[in-house]
């Protein structure tokens, strides 16, 4: 379990769903990124701000909590929690959330191949966390907010919270092929099938409106994403 190779379980790609809630049990493969008017926020960014440039002394701030490749106990290895991993490429990171350590598919609670930046929410009553190929992970506050949420979204960079990364609104991306196109709205960061608000795999042009509640925005494969209104 958790080699870099490994394709998250619960990937929806190439699953169109309609309606507000998803088919998916798991994780997928989320990428986005933001800014209008010169405004972007970037999957590489040092802070957690939504300022598409971080700063020196951002990143100087930037706490490791554990590193990207290991098997993590829930309780003494980690604390439950949410976290963040930023600046990975290719899909190589690959992170999983466990009820228990015997390595088997029933064990898996959710889980990703990441290209970009992923959160994930540590339940108390998760055993075991994997990660493999990810850079380090860092300890965030899901509840806070501030900074300035960027516009634009690359389409191929990751997860982002809303309100914070990036701004709530209509976002638009064009020129997608072959339904490798994949966004979704959810919740919370636990990758459930409760997480999941709306999602879809778009061919052509997409066009989704991010509500001020949403928690996260996830864009995978798409192209870049523009906000309209």
Known sequence: MGMKAKVALGAVVGVVVIGAVSANGGGDDGKASGGDKGSSASANRDSG?????????????KKVAF?????????SDIKPGTYRTTGNTDDMCYWERAKDA???????????????TAYVTVQATDKIFKSSGCNDWEAVDPKAKGGSPATEMAGDGGMFRVGVD??????????NTDDMCYWERAKDAEHSLDSIIANNNVSGSAVVTISASDAYFKTSGCQDWKKTS
């Open 49 to 61: 701000t939504g300022v598409g440039k971080g700063s020196g002394s951002e990143a100087a701030e």
């Open 67 to 75: 590193e990207g490749d290991g098997d993590f106990q829930v309780g």
């Open 102 to 116: 015997s390595g088997e598919v029933d064990s898996l609670l959710a889980n990703d191949n990441v290209s970009g």
């Open 166 to 175: 990036i701004a709530p609104g209509t976002y638009k991306s064009t020129g």
